[in-house]
């Protein structure tokens, strides 16, 4: 079983920022990539970003300049700055991980967390 615990979300005014962190843990050989998605309400999930061990990333036009993702060991984070009402959503964390089976194989395994609210209001 592989888990992923996010934290940070909150209630931040207009133009501040939040920092959302996402923890892997379980009986896992690695997870990559790691990533953030949203979802508001009335609306679709969207991915907001992620990232590949080899650096490569991936953001959705309505963040870029604003947000920035990063990982540390297994552990991803969402540094958003300059956040907008617009940027109201439960956002999730997700990632791909390698979990070890029966008979000595591994299979890949998409994993999502529970989701942290984030609030942007004055």
């Known amino acids: 079983q592989v888990q992923l615990v996010e934290s940070g979300g909150g209630l931040v005014q207009p133009g501040g920022s939040l920092r959302l962190s996402c923890a892997a843990s379980?009986?896992?050989?690695?997870?990559?990539?790691m990533g953030w998605y949203r979802q508001a309400p009335g609306k679709e999930r969207e991915l907001v970003a992620h990232l590949r061990v080899g650096g490569s990333t991936n953001y959705a036009d309505s963040v870029k300049g604003r947000f920035t993702i990063s990982r540390h060991n297994d552990t991803a984070y969402l540094q958003m700055n300059s956040l907008k009402p617009e940027d109201t959503a439960v956002y999730l964390c997700?990632?791909?991980?390698?979990?070890?089976?029966?008979?000595?194989?591994?299979?890949?395994?998409?994993?999502w967390g529970q989701g942290t609210l984030v609030t942007v209001s004055s």
């Open positions: 997700n990632a791909d991980c390698l979990v070890p089976v029966v008979a000595g194989t591994i299979r890949l395994l998409e994993v």
């Open positions: 379980g009986n896992f050989l690695s997870c990559d990539p």
